[in-house]
């Protein structure tokens, strides 16, 4: 058995965008509008070629696909990567092209901030185009900074992988946290007003310092933490935090994190099942940020964004029961379900 069977297609649609003035250079992609409008942020980044930048970009798009139904959002997949000029470059001219080129999709795609970007690029950008979240939140409305969001989700996810393995609350079962950025941080403080122990690295020291003092957390190193004895690990810095090393060393029995892409390579879903590792998958519990940029673009509540995230919980636990019965690693059946929603949605649109 391989994890990992995700039939990699082609996004069915791309736009290369390309204005040498505003020094924009990059492509939009669109895997998937199936369940609404492409949805997913847009990435400002360095590379090599723009082979390098598209193939990053259908990658990314695909993985929104994913993501979005299984958040049961009414938004495809997409994505946009923009090259990063060398040198000093007028942010605000790129992303004022980057608007026009949004606007010029019609809504088929809906931007965000993501890696390289943030709210003032998307407030550029905005000049030109509706479509676009991630912006500044207005009174009463969904909008603002989506971590808080994410980390709820992380949160809820984790409380269920918990009682489905030990029968108990999270009180008194120590995490291990790698990574205590914004995500990070707010599972921590989740996690300590809940009564959990908390073990913590970041290579920020300061970040460690003032956590470990607000919630009475131990610092470890960064490479040490895996091997803490912990009943969770909780990956919540950058991708790939799950290689064949960690996973070796791992002694959690649970791994549920913020971080993006955790499985260095898809077959170590099948590692952590061996070793007996409940893997509760990354695009399903922490989709609490795209819930809230999805909220904010459809002009929703901060009520309805909350009663979203909520959701994660159940359906974290719902998956790792599916898992458990038929014998197979949480991705997998994760995907099977989010390729069912996109798919049911489909048919329903031409019924
Ligand atoms: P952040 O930049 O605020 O925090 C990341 C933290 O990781 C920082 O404290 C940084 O010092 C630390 N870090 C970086 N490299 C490290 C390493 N090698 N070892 C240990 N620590 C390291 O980012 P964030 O917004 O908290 O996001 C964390 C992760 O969650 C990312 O993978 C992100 O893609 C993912 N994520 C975030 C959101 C969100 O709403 N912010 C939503 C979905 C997924």
């Excluded at 990053?56 to 994913?66: I, K, V």
């Excluded at 001219?93 to 998307?122: H, P």
């Excluded at 064949?244 to 879903?269: D, S």
Aim: glycine share 12%; hydrophobic share 45%.
């Amino acid at each position: 058995m391989v994890a990992g069977t995700r039939r990699m297609m082609p996004p069915m649609e791309y736009v290369r965008l390309f204005d040498e003035a505003a020094g924009l250079d990059g492509v939009i992609a669109i895997h998937s509008t199936a369940r609404g409008p492409a949805a997913g942020g847009c990435r400002l980044w360095s590379y090599a070629d723009s082979s390098e930048a598209m193939a990053d970009a259908f990658r990314l798009a695909e993985g929104m696909s994913y993501k979005n139904a299984m958040a049961r959002l009414p938004f495809g997949g997409g994505k946009a990567v923009l090259r990063r000029p060398a040198g000093e470059f007028d942010r605000r001219a790129l992303f004022e092209a980057f608007g026009r080129a949004v606007e010029k999709l019609d809504g088929r795609y809906v931007t965000a901030e993501d890696v390289g970007t943030d709210v003032s690029d998307m407030e550029c950008a905005a000049r030109h185009t509706r479509h676009v979240a991630g912006r500044t939140a207005l009174p009463g409305l969904a909008g603002g900074d989506p971590s808080p969001w994410t980390a709820l989700g992380v949160f809820e996810a984790m409380k269920e992988a918990v009682r489905l393995r030990h029968g108990s609350s999270l009180a008194g079962v120590t995490v291990s946290v790698l990574g205590v950025g914004n995500v990070g941080a707010g599972l921590c403080h989740l996690l300590a007003e809940e009564g959990a122990r908390l073990v913590i690295a970041d290579i920020d020291p300061v970040r460690c310092a003032r956590l470990a003092e607000q919630t009475g957390a131990r610092i470890v190193g960064i490479e040490a933490i895996v091997a803490e004895d912990a009943e969770v690990f909780a990956p919540c810095a950058l991708g790939g935090a799950l290689d064949e090393a960690t996973v070796a060393a791992l002694k959690a029995g649970i791994v549920c994190g913020a971080a993006n892409n955790q499985l260095a390579a898809p077959h170590l879903a099948d590692v952590l099942m061996a070793r007996g590792i409940t893997y509760a998958p990354d695009y399903v519990v922490n989709a609490g940020g795209i819930i809230n940029v999805a909220a904010e673009y459809l002009g929703e509540s901060a009520d309805q964004v909350r009663g979203r995230v909520m959701e994660i919980g159940p359906r974290t636990r719902e998956l790792l029961e599916i898992a458990a019965a038929e014998n197979l690693p949480p991705p997998l059946v994760a995907d099977r379900m989010a390729e069912g929603l996109m798919v049911r949605e489909r048919d329903l649109e031409t019924v």
